[in-house]
């Protein structure tokens, strides 16, 4: 996800310095070319040694070094950002950058740079509450500065509250949305995801072995391209990705109400969800004893939400729905979304190796409205998701002629 771009990691004195170093990690393991540089302070933390281990970069943290200065170097380190992160931000880093303070290397290059910055403050709770902070933090803003909110918890200084360095897995997430083009801005999008449950006892359901995987990516992905993301989300272990509004459901009942009452707002409406079909046609106040005797559970079918959403679907809106198949894929899928009134329908073979369930790739197969089917190679869930929304995004701008037919 970030591959060819170079992140410039401003690193100030806190205690979360030793996240900062996870923080490389991830950024390398993305792809991406790391450049660190470390305040003074900072250095009391972490030695420059870890920083440049992990990043296979020299670490710049001075400003009168004759080695560097030659090549003007903070103008230089400036000028190749792509992306500049400040992790940890101190209080005393916020107060120098909305003073325009520029008094060392990294304040320096802060002032230099027209890179984006993503600014992702860590201190004591009572400091980062602190008015003059505050006013700091809104002068950051103002400034065009992009702010990655410190956590709450339990803090290195044993108090309770703000001022945790934010999850570094966040971090990425919104370093990967900055350096993304925000093709999808201005839309607002749903999503749904996972398994659905229906229960015949309160602790007995029907369900299947939906993961949610494929949902979740989409909506991340639809995120880094700075849509509205609602998440419709049956149960599954997955954490919801920053800047995603998350609804979770149990049954396909309660995820057709979530749905419903969403969708006219709605650009596009991309449905993953493995929605059971059917559903206990009783569920039983209390657990069910055993017993000897064969137990039948009747069944009864479950509301098709996908086909609802096409009959009722506004001019302009992209329908899009998922066909998990064993047999006759092209034609299963042809006939649903035919029957559905689907703009586009991904199909995957369950039968295929890394595709469908649980997996974090997919193979997939996308049929449009024309009958025209493209063959995707077997990619990331992500990759996959990022097909799909070129494809969303085509219709939406009236390029896709194919699909409208
Ligand atoms: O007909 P089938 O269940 O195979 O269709 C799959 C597509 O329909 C998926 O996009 C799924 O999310 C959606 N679906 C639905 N409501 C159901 C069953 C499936 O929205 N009850």
Known sequence: MLQGKTILLGVSGGIAVYKAAELVRLFVKAGGSVHVVMTANAQQFVTPLTFQALSNNPVGRDLFSMDSESQISHI???????????????????????????????????????APVLVCPAMNVKMWEHPATQRNLKTLCELGYRIEPPASGFLACQEEGAGRLADPGDILESSIGLLTPPTLAGRSVLVSAGPTREHFDPVRFLSNPSSGKMGYALARVAARRSARVFLVSGPCSL?????????????????????????????????????????PARTAAHKVKKSPEDLSVLLEPNPDILASLGQIKPPGQVLVGFAAETENITQNAQDKLVRKNLDFIVANDLTREGAGFCSDTNEVKIIGRGGEASDLSLMTKEEVAANIWDRVERILSGGDIESQQ
């Open 76 to 114: 230089q380190k400036a000028r190749m950002a792509d992306l500049v992160v400040l992790a940890p931000a101190t209080a005393n880093l916020m107060a120098k950058m909305a003073a325009g303070i520029a008094d060392d290397y990294l304040t320096t290059i802060l002032l230099a740079t027209t």
């Open 239 to 279: 954490a919801p990705p920053p800047r995603v509004e998350r609804i979770c459901v149990t049954s396909a009942t309660q995820m057709r109400d979530a749905i419903l009452n969403l969708s006219s707002e709605q650009d596009a409406i991309v449905m993953t969800a493995a929605v059971s079909d059917y559903r």
